[in-house]
C-alpha cells in the first residue's frame, strides 16, 4: 500500500520559517514527479512546487518564487519544502502529492498525504 507521510507544519508567525517534510512508503517514487498542493479555507487548491526527476526541472508557484524550496532524497524517498519568509496568505493544508497522471507537474497526481497545517499569524 502506497502512502505519503507530511509532517513538519505548525504555527509561525509572519516572517519565520518551516520545513515541510513528506515520506514516501509503499513503492519507490525516484523516477516519478513529487510536488507540494495546497489549500487555504474557502479557496481551491492551488499548485505550490514540483520537482521532477527526469528532467531535473523544478517548478514554482509565483506566489511562493523566491521564498519556497523544493528538494527531495531518493534514498530516503522523501520530499521537502522549505519554506522561509512566511507569510499570512501562505496559511493553508499543505498536501504532498507524488506520480502526476497526465505527466504535467501542475496536476493531477495519483498519490496524496493526509496534509499538514501551516498557520502564519501576522
Known amino acids: 500500500q502506497v502512502e505519503l507521510v507530511e509532517s513538519g507544519g505548525g504555527l509561525v508567525q509572519a516572517g519565520g520559517s518551516l520545513r515541510l517534510s513528506c515520506v514516501a512508503s509503499g513503492r519507490t517514487f525516484s523516477s516519478s514527479a513529487m510536488g507540494w498542493l495546497r489549500q487555504a479555507p474557502g479557496k481551491e487548491r492551488e499548485f505550490v512546487a514540483a520537482?521532477?526527476?527526469?528532467?531535473?526541472?523544478?517548478h514554482y508557484a509565483d506566489s511562493v518564487k523566491g521564498r519556497f524550496t523544493i528538494s527531495r532524497d531518493n534514498a530516503k524517498n522523501t520530499v521537502y519544502l522549505q519554506m522561509n519568509s512566511l507569510k499570512p496568505e501562505d496559511t493553508a493544508v499543505y498536501y504532498c502529492?507524488?506520480?502526476?497522471?497526465?505527466?504535467?507537474?501542475?496536476?493531477?497526481?495519483?498519490?496524496w498525504g493526509q496534509g499538514t497545517q501551516v498557520t502564519v499569524s501576522s
Open positions: 520537482i521532477v526527476p527526469e528532467s531535473g526541472s523544478i
Open positions: 502529492v507524488a506520480d502526476a497522471i497526465s505527466g504535467s507537474v501542475y496536476g493531477p497526481y495519483d498519490f
